[in-house]
């Protein structure tokens, strides 16, 4: 059992190890002209400080070099050995509306050169609330146009001119309500405020905020779609919402219905798999081989919980509340594991982030929601077909029918479970991978979709399959679909109270069986 524990623990570690390196591997060429410090100055809102003047001292003290940050705010530092440094930024050298934060300014950001590597370090400096926008007309910027930025309580009032893009904006003295206004008789000839629009706006700007501004000029060439139009459109988004949901359903309905298990960590696969796709996408790999490195990476790290952590369990007689707890404290573990590497921020795929829609009557859809929707679909199809017709299929149905009876007819229960604990990280981190494409990917996307995949699989019918396909595909509908009579924020209310109206009628959900108890 320490062999087997000792190689999962290998192939768990090997994955986090190439996840690390594709999100933080410095470049290899770093190293040829000596020790090298590369840094990079982002705001908090991520965007690069360019022109900072940044100074690199020993933490000896007896070195100092002085170096600027480039237009993408990295800046690259040659240090005569490796040891520990520290980093101050000149608060003078900063743009406008960026502020070097206090404790910074006193005690500067600690970086560590390896030897025979370089040494990498990230500063955030804070970027003041402003309040910005673009005019335009139509497709035409609105160059000259004066705007003026006053507080509500008339202690603080400025005026800029947007340039030659339409763009503008004022850094506010601090987070409060602003009034935003422009003068009609100042507009260019020909151009008026558009009809039922007004030229004054009252806004709230909280804290590190960068509120945007909305003015509206000219006739409105937006197409109003009709009630019918708009219902289908959401239709068609709601099955791929539900067909995206079903690959994580499917996968955690498997798991539970050959182990009971309730895995709570399984909101975290998804997560894991949008989050490798992204490391190796933005790393320069192609968005098509990332998606099948992740599958075989997420897994391995199914694979590896199982023989790492549940099997073990299994075999202590470890209870299943108990190992839904462990599910738990997993699933928080993982989560600011995620939050710690890639940060609170939303990041966004290098490949296919903007494809304009493609137009089927009413219905627009972008190319890459189209083929999310046909490789969920054979995807599910294949793994039905496995479930049914294969060898492998049918000892999975043995072991969730009963355990105990498919071990004394010879299956090696043990080796289905395995399987399936695979084939439900490699259908979760899919799930992430496609769901990445039309979301953004986050370190907590898993946990946000984790109510409403439970919610598919509970609907459904637990342990069953088809089910939790059935059940994802009505949740995601509802779920899309609600929002043309409630605000989009109570969305997911609609789905769960759907769950509750169906489970007050079929206890057992859609495709469940019915049991005797007692």
Not at 483 to 509: H, M
């Amino acid at each position: 059992m320490r062999r087997r524990l000792t190689a999962a623990l290998c192939v768990l570690l090997g994955v986090m190890a190439v996840a690390a390196v594709a999100l933080g591997a410095a470049p290899a060429s770093a190293q040829e002209n000596g020790p090298t410090l590369i840094g990079s100055v982002l705001d908090t809102g991520g965007r690069p400080v360019e022109g900072a003047a940044i100074t690199v001292t020993a933490a000896q003290g007896d070195f100092s070099i002085d170096v600027t940050t480039d237009a993408q705010g990295t800046f690259i530092a040659a240090v005569p050995e490796a040891g520990l440094y520290r980093v101050t930024v000149d608060p003078a050298t900063v743009p406008t509306g960026v502020s070097v934060p206090n404790r910074m300014q006193e005690k500067g950001a600690r970086a560590n050169v390896p030897a025979g590597e370089a040494g990498t370090v990230t500063l955030e400096l804070r970027r003041q609330e402003s309040l910005r926008g673009t005019l335009s007309n139509g497709n035409e910027p609105l160059e000259g146009v004066e705007v003026t930025v006053s507080s509500v309580d008339g202690s603080f009032e400025e005026s800029t001119t947007s340039d030659a893009d339409g763009a503008w904006e004022i850094f506010v003295s601090e987070p409060g309500r602003y009034q935003v206004s422009i003068d009609p008789e100042a507009l260019p000839e020909g151009v008026e405020p558009r009809a039922g629009t007004s030229t004054e706006l009252t806004l709230q700007v909280f804290s590190s905020q960068q509120r945007a501004v909305l003015f509206s000029f000219g006739e409105s060439d937006r197409n109003i779609l009709s009630f019918t139009d708009q219902a289908m459109q959401l239709v068609v988004e709601g099955l791929r919402f539900g067909l995206l949901l079903a690959l994580a359903a499917l996968g955690l309905s498997l798991i539970f219905g050959t182990t009971g298990l309730v895995n709570f960590a399984h909101g975290e696969m998804i997560a894991l798999g949008a989050i490798i796709a992204w490391a190796l996408n933005t790393s320069g790999v192609n968005f098509i081989l990332a998606t099948l490195l992740t599958l075989v990476l997420t897994a391995l790290a199914g694979g590896a919980q199982e023989l790492g952590l549940w099997r073990p369990l299994r075999r202590r007689k470890t209870g299943l509340v108990a190992m839904m707890i462990v599910t738990i404290g997993l699933s928080i573990l993982a989560r600011f594991l995620f939050l710690y590497l890639i940060g609170a921020q939303p990041r966004s795929y290098a490949d296919y982030v903007t494809q304009a829609g493609i137009q089927f009557g009413p219905v627009s859809l972008a190319p890459r929601d189209i083929y999310s929707m046909a490789i969920a679909l054979i995807v599910l199809i294949g793994v039905a077909l496995l479930v049914l017709f294969t060898r492998i299929g049918k000892a999975m149905r043995a072991v969730s029918d009963n355990p105990s009876l498919a071990a004394a007819s010879g299956i090696d229960v043990n080796r289905v479970i395995l399987f399936v604990w695979v084939t439900g990280g490699s259908l979760a981190g899919l799930s992430g991978v496609l769901l990445g494409l039309s979301q953004q990917v986050k370190f907590d996307m898993g946990f946000d979709l984790l109510l409403l995949v439970f919610a598919g699989v509970i609907l459904g019918g637990l342990g069953t399959a088809f089910g939790a396909l059935a059940g994802s595909l009505v949740v995601g509908l509802f779920v899309t679909v609600s929002t043309l009579w409630i605000p989009s924020e109570l969305k997911n209310v609609a789905a769960l109270a759907v769950l509750i109206l169906i489970l007050l009628i079929r206890p057992q959900g859609l495709l469940g069986r019915s049991e005797r108890v007692g």
